[in-house]
């Protein structure tokens, strides 16, 4: 009788989450796992330096491979993303970035979506699009701190009078 098996790409899935919650638990931030994923894995909340709940998010979406597909000089990893997740996360207000985790070295590597693409037009009669992520977007300690400014930025950017949901 054949029973349900765990994959390595189950294993992998849940290293790379885990991997991205320990750099946010480290930096002293809240994450939770989003249960139903429809194109989103991860909540981050982030604190000021006394430990207060700032307002909005930062939506992850992580994703893993065992067959990381290089540029030949290291300097970009590419990964292939569905166009309908791609144009969903194009449409938050807030900052959706992409992780990408290297279950071969164990590292991860990040893309801010609304940055990275900035002509959603481009995509639009396409099927699968291909992320270009820099390896140099490595995921670590100092990341949280880019995460943290991506959407204060943001924020800043809001009139005071007219909340973030009623923008969306």
């Not at 790409?9 to 002293?28: P, Q, S, T, W």
């Not at 991860?42 to 430990?51: C, P, V």
């Amino acid at each position: 009788m054949l029973r349900k098996r765990r994959t390595r790409e189950h294993v992998i899935a849940d290293l790379a989450v885990h991997h991205v919650e320990g750099f946010v638990l480290r930096r002293g931030w809240t994450v939770e796992r989003i249960q139903y994923d429809y194109g989103y894995d991860l909540s981050l909340f982030s604190y000021t330096t006394e430990g207060e709940l700032e307002p909005e998010f930062l939506f992850v979406q992580v994703k893993s491979t065992a067959s990381p597909d290089y540029s030949t000089d290291r300097e970009t990893l590419r990964f292939v993303l569905e166009t309908r997740d791609l144009q969903t996360w194009l449409r938050e207000l807030m900052p959706v970035v992409l992780v990408v985790y290297d279950a071969l070295t164990e590292q991860a590597f990040w893309l801010y979506i609304q940055q990275a693409f900035s002509q959603p037009e481009e995509i639009q009669d396409r099927i699968y699009v291909t992320a270009s992520i820099p390896t140099r977007n490595h995921l670590d300690a100092n990341t949280m701190d880019q995460f943290q400014t991506f959407k204060n930025t943001i924020l800043q950017q809001i009139p005071q009078g007219n909340p973030p949901w009623l923008r969306r």
